[in-house]
């Protein structure tokens, strides 16, 4: 009978083992899920998170160019208007370069004067400046030459020579071209 024991000892003690081997392997099976899960979220997470970062990135872009759009348009608000009056300008000069004979006309001229000077300091406020042009070297972003003479001593080459129209500019960008004779 102790043989019987123990034949069913080990019988027993096999089945445990198998059944412990059982248990590990659907613990092991029931692990593999939860890992592949876990896996799973944190790809979605770390997807979630590149798209996030993103939109972030993109909404501070179009912030961006908001506020620069804004500035850029602050700072030229005057270009159409100023556009319109230098045309103005230019007939109160050539007003101005007459010549007056009697003491109305100087007086007029006078006032021709003083409409040109509030004209000129009210575009300068806006930040519109005459460009320089006569004596200087040409420059084609600045200037448009209509004519050219021959160079001499007294003007060499690339030189501007006369100036038959002024420019202007606003901040950096040029409004008018000046119109120039330079000597090749």
Known sequence: MA???????????????????????????IKVPEVDELVEAQAKASEWEDKFIRAHAEMQNIQRRAREERELLQRYRSQDLA?????????????LATEVNDEAGASLKKGIE???????????????VEIEAEG???????HQAVQTIPASEEAPAETI???????????????RPAMVIVAQ
């Open 3 to 29: 043989e019987e024991k123990s034949v069913e000892q080990e019988q027993q003690e096999e089945n445990q083992e198998v059944e412990a081997q059982n248990a590990e392997t659907t613990e092991e099976e």
């Open 83 to 95: 556009k319109k009056v230098l045309p103005s300008l230019d007939n109160l000069e050539r007003a």
């Open 114 to 128: 003083m409409v040109r000077e509030s004209l000129v300091n009210a575009l300068q406020e806006e930040g519109v």
């Open 136 to 142: 200087k070297t040409f420059d084609p972003n600045l």
């Open 161 to 175: 020579v006369q100036v038959l129209q002024k420019g202007y500019k606003l901040q950096d960008r040029v409004l």
